[in-house]
């Protein structure tokens, strides 16, 4: 089997194999009037074809997220920012089996991340094919929704995400900012913003360049800074989040107070930032 690129040349046997699979599965649920159409919607990012002795066996299309589509919105607040929606995804009946449907969706994953994306998509509740598919190749369950297509037809939809890659992480995740404030009989404040980027592996934590924080006195914030790095590691670390920690932490910004700020402060807040850093790669964070 060979996957490629699909091309305007490859049009007419992907309408046909369309075709068959609207014929034997029922989908798409409305067959279209205009298959080339259908198969190159405005919001197309890219689509790829899977070949077998020159037959047209796959396709599948990786797509912006647009109006129609809820998995982007269950992702989190920010999915329609950070996904990339997989549709027009169907076999040939003749190759099923094959693991033609998983090649496709594992080079449109790839595609999705080396664009810092996350693939999502939503699937009919009664493609019970697709749905073992998506379940048995580890897509995560984000809730279901009702959708009405026309007047008089209620569809459910099926909302998946992909599995997060085990290697954390797997692009960059930048601009990642928390602070952390507690006002009682003994103040907390830390307030930084990191990026974490890919490395060979295990962990290291730097300062940006440039970096300056106006607190007094300055030869505290050393101390400050590597207790946010020792947050991160810890948190990363945990058995609870299953990675396997590659990354290049870089404090970008940093504020302190005089009253509040001190190591345990911005240990805490390093514990948050990778929290949230793995919600953003698509790691559920319990």
């Not at 060979?2 to 029922?26: Q, W």
């Not at 940006?208 to 946010?228: H, K, N, Q, S």
Request: aromatic share 8%; glycine share 8%; hydrophobic share 45%.
């Amino acid at each position: 089997m060979r996957l490629r690129g699909r091309t305007d040349a490859d049009l007419p046997a992907c309408a046909e194999l369309l075709r068959a699979v609207h014929e034997r599965d029922g989908y798409p649920l409305d067959r279209p009037a205009d298959p080339a159409a259908w198969l190159t919607p405005p919001s197309l990012r890219s689509a790829w074809v899977a070949e077998r002795d020159g037959t047209v066996v796959g396709h599948a299309a990786l797509c912006l997220p647009g109006a129609d589509d809820v998995a982007p919105g269950r992702f989190g607040d920010d999915g329609l920012a950070r996904t990339a929606v997989v549709n027009r995804l169907f076999v040939s009946p003749a190759a099923r089996g094959l693991g033609v449907g998983a090649a496709l969706l594992g080079r449109l994953t790839e595609e999705a991340a080396a664009a810092g994306l996350h693939p999502v998509l939503d699937v009919v509740a009664t493609d019970t094919a697709a749905v073992a598919l998506y379940e048995r190749l580890g897509w995560r369950h984000l809730g279901d929704a009702v959708r009405w297509w026309g007047p008089d037809r209620a569809v459910t939809l099926r909302c998946y995400a992909a599995p997060p890659s085990r290697r954390f992480p797997a692009r960059p995740v930048r601009g990642v900012r928390v602070r952390h404030v507690k006002q009682n009989c003994a103040p907390q404040f830390a307030d930084i913003e990191v990026d974490f980027e890919p490395a060979a592996e295990g962990f290291v934590f730097e300062t940006g360049p440039g970096l300056t924080v106006a607190y007094e006195p300055a030869d505290d914030l050393p101390r400050f800074f590597a207790a946010a790095a020792a947050g991160i590691e810890e948190q990363l670390n945990l058995p609870e989040h299953a990675v396997v920690v590659a990354a290049r932490v870089v404090l970008r910004r940093a504020q302190a107070h005089a009253f509040g700020s001190h190591e345990r402060a911005f240990r805490f807040a390093g514990h948050l930032a990778a929290r949230e850093a793995l919600r953003r790669a698509g790691h559920a964070v319990p």
